[in-house]
């Protein structure tokens, strides 16, 4: 059974660019949360996709978009970044047929926005 | 709106016990979970209580009153490798699983 998996790990972009980043869910989880986690702060959700179609979504702006695909892995994409955007982005896998409770993060991907 | 709040920092020595106190205002309140996160690390999944009363699992316990809007993690026989960040989070009844998390609370154990 392989884990959650994130890329790139680090990442610096200029303000105004766009970035995607990855994730691979857990093997049998499709439910997929992104989570933006600033510097000394918890984890703020962004997302979630469930069978490749985004069913909830926390207060951040629509230039903050995601996809899933049919192999339960995901992409978040951000459009016009920001500085305030520098932050450990976390992905989440979770089965809810299961310990829906229950989610297993990635390690993450640092971006830096310069 | 969502709040939870957490001590910021705990400091406890090896083999002693530590509670971290959780406290919420919520809608929709569903359960409370905790994570831990070490430095540089992701956060992995502790315990989750949907119901009142006690979770336990090996060394770490988790309390959840619902009365009270009030959760605690008890960490027993604390080893140094506990050393990391703390956070509880409220799952919410939205319909789709949503965590929100308190800001952590860092827990240093000392020799």
């Known amino acids: 059974e392989t884990g959650v998996t994130q890329s790139p790990t680090h990442l610096i972009k200029t303000r105004g660019q766009q970035v995607t980043l990855r994730c691979s869910s857990q093997s049998g989880h499709n439910t997929v949360s992104w989570y933006q986690q600033a510097l000394g702060q918890g984890p703020q959700f962004i997302f979630q996709y469930y069978r490749e179609e985004e069913n909830g979504r926390g207060n951040f702006p629509p230039r903050f978009s995601g996809l899933q695909f049919p192999n339960y892995s995901s992409e978040l994409n951000v459009n016009a970044l920001e500085l305030d955007d520098s932050a450990l982005y976390l992905c989440?896998?979770?089965?809810?047929?299961?310990?829906?409770?229950?989610?297993?993060f990635g390690p993450g991907t640092r971006l830096t926005v310069t | 709106g969502q709040s939870l709040e957490q001590p910021s920092e705990v400091t406890a020595v090896e083999g002693a016990i530590v509670q971290i106190n959780c406290t919420y205002q919520?809608?929709?309140?569903?359960?409370l979970s905790w994570y831990q996160q070490h430095d540089g690390g992701a956060p992995t999944f502790l315990s989750y209580?949907?119901?009142?009363g006690l979770e336990e699992t090996g060394r770490f316990s988790s309390f959840l009153s619902r009365s009270d809007s009030y959760g605690y993690l008890l960490l027993q026989e604390l080893q140094m490798k506990d050393s990391a960040s703390y956070f509880c989070a409220v799952r919410l009844n939205t319909g789709f699983q949503k965590l929100v998390f308190g800001t952590g609370t860092r827990l240093l154990v000392s020799p």
């Open positions: 989440a896998s979770s089965n809810p047929g299961l310990a829906d409770y229950e989610q297993y």
């Open positions: 919520t809608s929709g309140f569903y359960g």
């Open positions: 209580n949907g119901l009142d």
